[in-house]
């Protein structure tokens, strides 16, 4: 308490000193300055010295760096904005916040005579895999936000010149990314607000504050304090989609895709990667059958007749030897929608995140089994698999475990069963042997699988291979 009322005083004089005939609006953000301080201290509320002179006069726009504010509050969380904006409100102060400081527009970023919240101390990027969702405090410049994302693999749609910040979010935002994905603020997924009262909430598109979500895509700074950005990672949604759409969509032989959510961990981090495989056997691109893909930044096609070298030689030959590699195979029917196709993102993002240090490859892929393939194969007596006409996604999730690791923990296992029944096969549809997991009864999805018993049964009456050879259960 007693160096609080120590910085008060200091801090009382000071203003007193410079502000020699108080007119009504110094004396409001005077006062507002003077509760702040003895709330949050000195190094956070300044109202002199090198760090208040650097934000004051550091805004892009001239205009806009040459106000004295009474004080200027450099917050580093949330609930330093909500005490400053409580006094604010409390004293009737006029005020201003500052992110990246590139409003051309005059007073919109600092004042004179009020108090200024300035972002500078809080610049936090980060990306969770589990949720796939970007964070972003407000004062992080976009050049900066791509430097810590694009390692990671991740995009949001952001400002098109580094130095701009986050207040282009509340203005909408237009991105080079916005053509396929909107507006910047389209990505939001929920938004931390400082209202005028200095109350702390959450607004998302769903929840009792969407009225203020939606209003914080173009409201600018009118509706509150943002005081952190949630986002999605645009493109790995967009991906999903067009995988789903792909599957229920294309009826053409010509047509090759494969979609693979690569998770690179090393010492458990992990470094996203998005694979859209994409052939066409033939000279120009059908509309309509890649569209999608081809409009999501970063995916790229290969449009060709090809010979079949050709495809089989653009994948990495696949000859890493030395960890534990575990399989696992579920199945979409081209009736899932696409949120069936986005819960298997989610759950393959968490148990990457929850093994990551057991983990060095996550694989999450798709591969389209559609009808030309079914009707290809039944044209050639077809096969016991014997999957329906109408075409399905095979459903590839595999892993690698750190080199050198001999065993599987309990936990892994437990966690492996555990993701396979979250991702489960559509009724119907069968799982594919060549990338299941060995505890899956696959020849049970088969739809021949009686007449597979009764030959099983005729070939092996003594059932010897099942007791004496390891191989899929299910006979
Ligand atoms: C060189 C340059 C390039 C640009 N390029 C683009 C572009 O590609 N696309 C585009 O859409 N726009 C662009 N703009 C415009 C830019 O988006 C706007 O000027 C935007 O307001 C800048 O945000 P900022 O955080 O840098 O600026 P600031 O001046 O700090 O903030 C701008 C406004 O938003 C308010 N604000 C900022 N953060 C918050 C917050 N957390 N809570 C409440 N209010 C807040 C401020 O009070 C101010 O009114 C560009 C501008 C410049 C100068
Ligand atoms: C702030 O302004 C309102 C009216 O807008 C007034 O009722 C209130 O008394 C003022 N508060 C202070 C501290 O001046
Ligand atoms: C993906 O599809 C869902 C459901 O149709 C839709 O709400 C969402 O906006 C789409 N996302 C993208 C990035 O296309
Ligand atoms: C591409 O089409 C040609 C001509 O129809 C065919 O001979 C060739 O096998 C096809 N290649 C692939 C990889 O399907
Ligand atoms: C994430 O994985 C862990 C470990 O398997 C599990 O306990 C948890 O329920 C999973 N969470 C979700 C949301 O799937
Ligand atoms: C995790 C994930 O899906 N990341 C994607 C984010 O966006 C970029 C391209 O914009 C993709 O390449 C990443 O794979």
């Given at each position: 308490?007693?160096?609080?009322?120590?910085?008060?005083?200091?801090?009382?004089?000071?203003?007193?000193?410079?502000?020699?005939?108080?007119?009504?609006?110094?004396?409001?953000?005077?006062?507002?300055c003077?509760?702040?301080?003895?709330?949050?201290?000195?190094?956070?509320?300044?109202?002199?010295g090198?760090?208040?002179?650097?934000?004051?006069?550091?805004?892009?726009?001239?205009?806009?760096a040459?106000?004295?504010?009474?004080?200027?509050?450099?917050?580093?969380?949330?609930?330093?904005?909500?005490?400053?904006?409580?006094?604010?409100?409390?004293?009737?102060?006029?005020?201003?916040?500052?992110?990246?400081?590139?409003?051309?527009?005059?007073?919109?970023?600092?004042?004179?005579?009020?108090?200024?919240?300035?972002?500078?101390?809080?610049?936090?990027?980060?990306?969770?895999?589990?949720?796939?969702?970007?964070?972003?405090?407000?004062?992080?410049?976009?050049?900066?936000?791509?430097?810590?994302?694009?390692?990671?693999?991740?995009?949001p749609?952001?400002?098109?010149?580094?130095?701009?910040?986050?207040?282009?979010?509340?203005?909408?935002?237009?991105?080079?990314?916005?053509?396929?994905?909107?507006?910047?603020?389209?990505?939001?997924?929920?938004?931390?607000?400082v209202?005028?009262?200095?109350?702390?909430?959450?607004?998302?598109?769903?929840?009792?504050?969407?009225?203020?979500?939606?209003?914080?895509?173009?409201?600018?700074?009118?509706?509150?304090?943002?005081?952190?950005?949630?986002?999605?990672?645009?493109?790995?949604?967009?991906?999903?989609?067009?995988?789903?759409?792909?599957?229920?969509?294309?009826?053409?032989?010509?047509?090759?895709?494969?979609?693979?959510?690569?998770?690179?961990?090393?010492?458990?981090?992990?470094?996203?990667?998005?694979?859209?495989?994409?052939?066409?056997?033939?000279?120009t691109?059908?509309?309509?059958?890649f569209d999608e893909?081809?409009?999501?930044p970063?995916?790229?096609?290969?449009?060709?007749?090809?010979?079949?070298?050709?495809?089989?030689?653009?994948?990495?030959?696949?000859?890493?030897?030395?960890?534990?590699?575990?399989?696992?195979?579920?199945?979409?029917?081209?009736?899932?929608?696409?949120?069936?196709?986005?819960?298997?993102?989610?759950?393959?993002?968490?148990?990457?995140?929850?093994?990551?240090?057991?983990?060095?490859?996550?694989?999450?892929?798709?591969?389209?089994?559609?009808?030309?393939?079914?009707?290809?194969?039944?044209?050639?007596?077809?096969?016991?698999?014997?999957?329906?006409?109408?075409?399905?996604?095979?459903?590839?999730?595999?892993r690698?475990?750190?080199?050198?690791?001999?065993?599987?923990?309990?936990?892994?296992?437990?966690?492996?069963?555990?993701l396979?029944?979250?991702?489960?096969?559509?009724?119907?549809?069968?799982?594919?042997?060549?990338?299941?997991?060995?505890?899956?009864?696959?020849?049970?999805?088969?739809?021949?699988?009686?007449?597979?018993?009764?030959?099983?049964?005729?070939?092996?009456?003594?059932?010897?291979?099942?007791?004496?050879?390891?191989?899929?259960?299910?006979?």
């Amino acid at each position: 308490m007693f160096s609080f009322s120590l910085l008060f005083l200091a801090f009382a004089s000071i203003r007193i000193s410079r502000a020699k005939l108080p007119t009504a609006s110094t004396q409001a953000s005077v006062a507002a300055c003077a509760e702040i301080s003895s709330t949050l201290g000195s190094v956070i509320v300044q109202s002199l010295g090198v760090e208040y002179t650097l934000a004051a006069s550091g805004a892009w726009d001239l205009f806009n760096a040459q106000s004295q504010p009474t004080c200027i509050v450099f917050p580093r969380n949330s609930g330093h904005v909500q005490a400053a904006m409580t006094s604010i409100f409390k004293f009737n102060s006029s005020y201003a916040v500052q992110a990246g400081g590139h409003s051309a527009m005059e007073g919109w970023n600092t004042v004179q005579n009020g108090v200024l919240i300035h972002f500078s101390h809080m610049t936090d990027v980060s990306y969770n895999p589990s949720t796939d969702t970007i964070t972003l405090q407000p004062g992080v410049h976009w050049g900066n936000v791509y430097n810590v994302l694009e390692p990671q693999g991740v995009a949001p749609v952001g400002g098109r010149q580094g130095d701009v910040g986050t207040g282009l979010l509340l203005g909408g935002g237009l991105s080079f990314l916005s053509p396929a994905y909107g507006f910047a603020s389209d990505s939001y997924k929920a938004l931390h607000v400082v209202l005028v009262t200095g109350q702390l909430v959450t607004a998302t598109a769903t929840n009792q504050y969407a009225d203020l979500f939606r209003a914080l895509k173009g409201g600018g700074n009118r509706f509150g304090i943002v005081t952190r950005y949630e986002f999605g990672n645009a493109s790995s949604e967009a991906v999903l989609n067009a995988t789903s759409h792909y599957v229920r969509d294309v009826q053409d032989p010509k047509a090759v895709l494969l979609v693979s959510f690569v998770h690179l961990i090393v010492a458990g981090l992990i470094t996203p990667i998005t694979m859209v495989n994409l052939y066409y056997n033939g000279t120009t691109f059908p509309t309509g059958i890649f569209d999608e893909f081809l409009a999501i930044p970063g995916a790229t096609g290969l449009l060709t007749p090809l010979s079949y070298l050709d495809i089989a030689t653009s994948l990495p030959p696949g000859n890493d030897r030395g960890s534990i590699q575990l399989f696992g195979a579920s199945a979409f029917s081209v009736s899932e929608p696409v949120s069936v196709y986005q819960n298997a993102f989610a759950r393959f993002t968490n148990y990457s995140n929850v093994f990551r240090n057991e983990l060095s490859l996550n694989v999450l892929a798709f591969t389209p089994v559609l009808n030309p393939q079914i009707q290809a194969g039944r044209l050639r007596d077809g096969t016991i698999i014997d999957p329906p006409l109408g075409g399905y996604a095979a459903v590839q999730l595999s892993r690698t475990l750190v080199a050198g690791m001999s065993s599987i923990s309990p936990g892994l296992d437990v966690g492996t069963q555990l993701l396979l029944q979250q991702v489960p096969p559509s009724p119907g549809i069968p799982l594919f042997l060549n990338e299941c997991d060995k505890k899956q009864n696959v020849f049970q999805t088969y739809g021949a699988y009686s007449e597979l018993k009764q030959t099983y049964n005729k070939y092996d009456p003594t059932r010897f291979n099942v007791h004496h050879t390891d191989g899929p259960i299910g006979l």
